[in-house]
């Protein structure tokens, strides 16, 4: 959106909220391995900056909120082969997404990316759900970003 004071959320409990904004708009993406693969993160991005109202190539950030961190995420050989071009990212059977989300905000042109660097899978219970962790009984976290 480029308007301002309206909220987008994204609701999850393992895959990562991120927020894009710049220029003038924002974004929220809701970002799992699929997503991830399928290109959310560039769809996100494309729209901040066809929504922007400031300049013809807007300074964009990102936040990578909570989410399965690369020290609890582990996966099959389907998610790892999805990833095989990002080097750096496995870590035996377990998978960093919080990279390959920074990874992918770099390339499409996020100059400053920030990470929260909690893990839904370890954090204490009481603190973030995590849909793998409690076995899918759980709630969710809300990403959240607006303009002001």
Not at 23 to 40: C, N, Q, S
Not at 51 to 66: F, H, N, Q, R, S
Not at 85 to 96: A, P
Request: proline share 4%; charged share 20%; net charge negative.
């Amino acid at each position: 959106t480029n308007l301002s004071g309206v909220a987008m959320a994204a609701l999850v409990a393992d895959c990562l909220p991120i927020a894009v904004a710049g220029g003038g708009a924002a974004a929220m993406v809701h970002a799992g391995w699929r997503g991830l693969e399928g290109g959310v993160i560039a769809a996100g991005v494309n729209a901040v900056r066809e929504l922007a109202t400031e300049g013809d190539e807007p300074k964009l950030a990102g936040a990578i909120g909570p989410g399965a961190g690369p020290c609890c995420y582990e996966v099959g050989d389907e998610v790892h082969a999805a990833f095989a071009e990002y080097s750096g990212v496995r870590r035996g059977d377990n998978l960093d997404l919080k990279e390959i989300a920074r990874r992918q905000l770099l390339a499409a042109g996020v100059s400053d990316v920030y990470d929260i660097t909690l893990c839904t899978l370890c954090a204490p219970p009481g603190l973030l759900y995590s849909h793998r962790r409690d076995g899918g009984v759980t709630g969710r976290q809300a990403g959240v970003v607006w303009l002001t």
